[in-house]
């Protein structure tokens, strides 16, 4: 799935969520709204393909930042550690 990832410059995964995109209004009445996740100075934000099963499994997507990096535009692991 296409994900919003924040990163430092060394590729540690500080944030994680949807791309942009419209948002309905919770009660469903008027214009839909505009999310987007936004980096702090000294951060990146690029939007990449995340695997679905590290985003369906919440123990692995809680250690995201110590399990994988952003390197390439893509969310790697890190020799190893992202086994469950």
């Known amino acids: ?6 990163s ?3 590729g540690v995964i500080i944030a994680i969520g949807p791309a942009p ?6 009660d469903g009445e008027g214009p839909a709204l505009w999310h ?3 980096p702090l100075e ?3 934000s690029q939007i990449v393909d995340v695997p679905d099963d590290l985003l ?8 995201l930042h110590q399990t994988h ?9 890190i020799g190893g ?3 469950g």
Do not use: F, W, Y
Not at 21 to 26: A, C, D, T
């Open 56 to 63: 369906s499994d919440p123990k692995q997507l809680a250690n």
């Open 81 to 83: 550690l992202a086994t």
């Open 36 to 38: 987007e996740l936004l």
């Open 8 to 10: 430092d410059e060394r």
């Open 69 to 77: 990096r952003l390197r390439d535009g893509k969310v790697q692991a």
């Open 1 to 6: 799935m296409e994900c919003t990832v924040i």
């Open 21 to 26: 995109g419209p948002v309905e209004s919770s």
């Open 42 to 44: 000294g951060q990146t």
